[in-house]
């Protein structure tokens, strides 16, 4: 198994990042901002993106500047966004998935859960994700963290852009690292 991240496999997920929710989200502007950095740098290299809003009609709809950056966006009920169709709207060649969003310790730490079980490879974007509470955050970075032998792996941000660009003398570098910086 290849360990560093592959462009043309993976497929970023933003976990509910949406506008109503994010004031109660410790540190939730931080949070959207490296999820749109994130995002931004994946659409410059190909990836595809996808949003999760969880219970739309209820907490309404993405931060604006996440939908911005989105290829699809999925409302759902279920905690877990494989309950309900995500891996299907994923292209067949994105095996591997990049998730960030919130909250941590609920709906991004069950989706990776469902992304494991269907034998996805699962990258949880450590700086990208948040929760009401950060003792929350912080929990459910050491529960997936115990996943790692079935496939799951911490990044940060800029791990996950390097290791997609894999050298600076990659066509879209100068691009991406605009947005890296």
Partial sequence: MEMLHRADQSAVILVDLQARLMPSIHEGERIVTQAVRLARIARVLGVPVVATEQNP??????????QAECDRVMSKSHFNACEEGLTEMLPATSRHAIVAGCEAHVCVLQT????????????????????????SRLAAIERLGMLQHEGLVLASVEMVAFEWLRTCRHPKFREALALIK
């Fill in 57 to 66: 009609q209820g907490l309404g709809h993405s931060d604006p500047r996440i």
């Fill in 112 to 135: 990776c859960m469902g992304l494991l079980e269907r034998d996805f490879r699962v990258t949880l974007v450590i700086d990208a994700i948040g929760s009401r509470a950060d003792l």
